[in-house]
């Protein structure tokens, strides 16, 4: 029998149960937070409750595919079609942090100037070109993040998790198991680190700065972009320690290791969005 890798015969897998199992889980996230959106009782219960289903599916349904992906099963269209699979998801990433940079930009080029302007005078007597603002129903006063603290830091940490997660890479391709371990755990490491301080940021942001969710449409677009960059980091952080713990165990050669490249490449995109944050948000 030839090797998977060398035959033209797509993989088709077994019956499967993890996605209707998935699919229970997205129908109880849905009605636990919209219970709890709307104070009925037992809306945390069942919020949870989907949390869990969701982990148990994401260990069911990946487990199945590590144990299909170690045992030789997927041929070379199969890891064409998952490397096709998943830059399509990063491309719909992209375009999901893009509709969130053009409403910065709405709101920076066109909403603040027209509200404004000698036109609406009578409505917004008193209210300025100026960013940042909270627009010109807001009261209380804010202090805007600066870009050189925090922000910068974990800018600087970023970029060097780029870096680790590159050399890990190199030592995966020479073959040298330490070099990808090392390179990995560091990545990780960084990774935590910068949701470390991205926590401080945001306990300063509502202590000291009173810069919050309400304060606005500047408090609404700066936790919603740092918000989910960092439920993105967090996401990358997991899906790294996964790939670690693989690593650990002997999984990948230096020919086959597209799920290593895949979550390498996901951290890649999540440090390029911070450099737009960094610019977008925290400097101009």
């Known amino acids: 029998m030839s090797h998977p890798a060398s035959t033209s015969r797509y993989f ?16 109880l996230l849905a009605s636990g937070a919209v219970l709890m959106m709307n104070s009925i009782a ?22 199945r595919v590590i144990g299909e992906s170690e045992g030789q099963r997927y041929n070379l269209q199969v890891d064409r079609s998952f490397r096709l699979a998943m830059a399509w998801f990063i491309f719909s990433e992209v375009m999901f942090f893009v509709a969130f940079f053009g409403a910065l930009f709405y709101i920076r080029v066109v909403a603040i100037p027209d509200l404004a302007s000698p036109e609406q005078a009578a409505l917004w007597e008193g209210f300025r070109n100026v960013w940042p603002s ?34 890990a890479h190199w030592g995966l391709v ?8 090392i390179g990995l755990m560091l990545t990780i490491l960084l990774g935590a680190l910068f949701l470390t301080l991205q926590v401080y940021e945001y306990r300063e942001a509502y202590s000291h700065l009173n810069l919050k969710m309400t304060t606005g449409v500047y408090g609404s677009t700066f936790f ?10 967090t996401l990358g952080v997991t899906m790294l320690t996964v790939i670690l713990v693989r690593a ?26 911070w450099l737009g944050l960094f610019v977008v948000i925290y400097w101009l």
């Open 42 to 63: 037992n809306g945390g219960f069942v919020l949870i409750g989907g949390f869990a289903v969701l982990a148990i599916m994401l260990f069911g349904w990946f487990g």
């Open 12 to 27: 088709v897998p077994e019956p499967s149960p993890w996605p209707l199992v998935g699919s229970i889980a997205l129908l």
């Open 224 to 233: 919603m972009l740092t918000g989910f960059h960092g439920f993105h980091v």
């Open 174 to 181: 020479a073959n040298k198991r330490q070099q990808l371990i």
């Open 134 to 167: 909270a627009g010109p129903a807001a009261k209380d006063p804010f202090t805007q993040m600066h870009a050189w603290g925090i922000p910068a830091i974990n800018t600087l940490l970023l970029l060097s998790s780029g870096v680790t997660v590159t050399w």
């Open 248 to 273: 650990m165990k002997g999984h990948f050669t230096a020919e086959r290791h597209f799920a290593f490249e895949g979550v390498a490449w996901y951290w890649h995109f999540v440090d390029v969005v």
